[in-house]
């Protein structure tokens, strides 16, 4: 069908992107003090050979799609607490990528990480052949969890790539399981579960594929990614990713009760409720059919069979303006300020959940960043205004994902240069980006989401507390400079990487989040 090669290029350009998609600062007195960490200049060159491209966006297919039953998502706050059994758990996480592993899980310990994303079991590889399983294919896998544990780190397992036997595409890695060979997988998934459940490995949270809503059609045949989407279905494949998860759910069950299974991080191309235009001015709607394919699991009886939901969500860095956004969801700059992009796709996740009766279901974001360039070399990608954005956004990120009720969020990635999303350089050396990372890490330990701040015009950020503290991280919602007269002096103040600043009770707020101190 004609309509569908706007589409593909899309849905390849973009997976092809998610692929792995001065001194330090003095302690606070606000809370515990921070690593100690050399870091990188601003501007301080992060090269990328990463291969990309830009972003194509597609219109609607053809066919009529019948009206999704999703409500219009409310713009609410999340939770004021995490679900248990996350209470007292941080929502710090970083993916890792690339064989540096033992050193990479060393410094994302000392950023301040709980969790840990790791891309890392193909069944294909430990079942080649039907019924013959070759442990021994995840010899590496074992001494890679073996160095998270030693540094108190929480994994998060993916599990993924069908084997050639038990694929409905053949050639198919990243697409769906035949029917008849669901059973296997579930057999595949207890013994898996079994033997890394327990100690010395003890992972207990199990995501299963990696962006499943995208059709197999449009990506490599040996596509790294989940594939499982069906654009000719109204709900885009989820309900066959349904059929998996009742096997697997209880499989993985079985083998560790207290094991957790994520729906695998889904893309969410755009808004489906509120669909963006193909370009500004067109008045034709973007097809956004992927980001129906969570509706499809549910409305096909998955909704019992999975925890938590994984989902991914990336701004894009503006060299235009210097600040950010994603049109895709009335997100970013222009059109909704400066505030991410997990805030819109939270809200759309949560409004499905509740219409099909799953509220109590957690929401884990596993891979976020600000994303620069088409391959992050543009000139754009390698100044001071980028690296001063990305740093402020780390904390606009994960003051959000804590006020949004998430039990994770996750940076993508450590240190590998794609489209300088990366905290550290490819040598390891931190960047500001880091240290705003660690900051932020400590001042939410601990901490419980207090409220808004919505008590100034152009202003926005969150209130927290932590024992007897109340901090308030804020920021300028517009970009432009604005003087505010706080309700009391704060007893200290900080700037987004942690430098102690002097307090003051009539200070101006600009795009760079500060955080604010009442109390002992």
Request: a negative charge; one cysteine or more.
């Amino acid at each position: 069908m004609e309509t569908r090669k706007p589409l593909s290029v899309f849905l390849t350009i973009l997976l092809l992107l998610l692929v792995g998609c001065s001194e330090a600062t003095p302690s606070p007195t606000a809370g515990p003090p921070p690593t100690e960490i050399a870091v990188v200049e601003v501007g301080e060159s992060e090269v990328s050979t990463e291969a990309a491209a830009v972003e194509v966006t597609a219109a609607a297919p053809g066919e009529t799609e019948p009206t999704a039953a999703v409500a219009a998502p409310t713009l609410t706050p999340g939770p004021t607490a995490l679900p248990a059994p996350f209470q007292g758990e941080s929502i710090m996480g970083i993916e890792l990528i690339g064989p540096n592993f033992g050193s990479q899980a060393g410094l994302s310990a000392n950023a301040g990480a709980f969790w840990i994303r790791w891309n890392a079991v193909f069944w294909s590889d430990v079942e080649p052949t039907e019924g013959d399983r070759i442990w021994g294919a995840l010899s590496i896998f074992d001494q890679q969890i073996l160095s998270l544990a030693s540094q108190n780190l929480t994994p998060i397992v993916i599990v993924r790539s069908t084997p050639v036997w038990a694929q409905v595409e053949p050639g198919s890695f990243c697409g769906p399981i035949l029917p008849e060979a669901l059973d296997n997988f579930g057999i595949f998934l207890y013994e898996l579960v079994a033997r890394y459940s327990a100690p010395p490995y003890n992972v207990k949270y199990w995501e299963l594929w990696n962006e499943p809503d995208v059709d197999p059609r449009f990506v490599p045949s040996d596509q790294i990614f989940g594939c499982w989407g069906d654009e000719d279905d109204a709900f885009y494949g989820g309900g066959r990713y349904a059929e998996m998860l009742k096997i697997a759910y209880p499989a993985i069950k079985e083998a560790d009760p207290e094991a957790q299974v994520l729906v695998g991080g889904l893309l969410l191309d755009c808004d489906p409720v509120n669909p963006p235009e193909i370009s500004p001015g067109s008045g034709v709607p973007k097809y956004c059919g992927p980001s129906k394919f969570l509706e499809g699991i549910l409305i096909n009886g998955g909704g019992d069979f999975f925890d938590g939901v994984s989902f991914h969500a990336y701004d894009l860095y503006d060299p235009t303006s210097g600040f950010f956004g994603n049109p895709n969801w009335h997100s970013g700059y222009t059109l909704s300020g400066l505030t991410p992009v997990l805030i819109p796709k939270v809200r759309f996740i949560k409004s499905v959940l509740a219409t099909y009766g799953h509220s109590d279901k957690y929401l884990i974001n596993t891979e976020t960043s600000l994303l620069c360039g088409v391959t992050g070399s543009e000139p754009e990608c390698n100044n001071g205004a980028h690296t001063e954005m990305k740093t402020d956004y780390v904390a606009m990120s994960y003051t959000a994902a804590a006020a949004e009720g998430l039990v994770g969020n996750i940076w993508f990635t450590l240190d590998r240069p794609w489209r300088r999303s990366a905290l550290t350089l490819p040598n390891g050396s931190p960047t500001t980006a880091f240290v705003a990372y660690n900051f932020v890490a400590q001042q939410l330990e601990g901490a419980s989401f207090w409220g808004n701040v919505a008590d100034f015009e152009g202003v926005t950020g969150y209130k927290f507390r932590r024992g007897d503290l109340e901090f308030w991280v804020v920021w300028s919602l517009d970009a432009a400079d604005h003087t505010i007269e706080l309700p009391e002096m704060p007893s200290a103040l900080y700037d987004v990487v942690g430098t102690q600043l002097q307090p003051v009770q009539t200070l101006v707020i600009t795009e760079s989040p500060v955080y604010l101190m009442f109390g002992p």
